[in-house]
Nanobody
Framework: VQLQASGGGSVQPGGSVKLSCSVSPLGLDLDYLAIGWFRQAPEKEREGISCISRNDGRAYYADSVKGRFTISSDNAKTTVYLQMNSLKPEDTGVYYC???????????????????WGRGTLVTVSS
């Protein structure tokens, strides 16, 4: 299963970008999986930053993006969005979406991807 991210671009610090992820490749047998966003900064490992349950719409965030990013889904649950506000240079990276198991444990966000990585989208935050 590969989900494709789109919507990246270049923005100045403090700006906003909205990313989209098409969820339609997921079959009904994977309906229990959430959808998560990951990012990989230059020379760093990929990290999970947010996810949303497709069952109840509950959203989870890593501390690094909490309060600035918002994950959402359209009513048909075919597209998941990541609204990114108050962007910082350290938000620069390639952003990916994936089917995941995720949540919060002992106050810490976790997100485990399922399947192969699809195409990411580059977000560059620079003045």
């Amino acid at each position: 299963v590969q989900l494709q991210a789109s919507g990246g671009g270049s923005v100045q610090p403090g700006g906003s970008v909205k990313l989209s992820c098409s969820v339609s490749p997921l079959g009904l047998d994977l309906d229990y999986l959430a959808i998560g966003w990951f990012r990989q900064a230059p020379e760093k490992e990929r990290e999970g930053i947010s996810c949303i349950s497709r069952n109840d719409g509950r959203a989870y965030y890593a501390d690094s993006v909490k309060g600035r990013f918002t994950i959402s889904s359209d009513n048909a649950k075919t597209t998941v969005y990541l609204q990114m506000n108050s962007l910082k240079p350290e938000d620069t990276g390639v952003y990916y979406c994936a089917a995941v198991t995720c949540g919060s444990y002992a106050g810490s966000f976790f997100s485990n991807p399922y399947g192969n990585w699809g195409r990411g989208t580059l977000v560059t935050v620079s003045s």
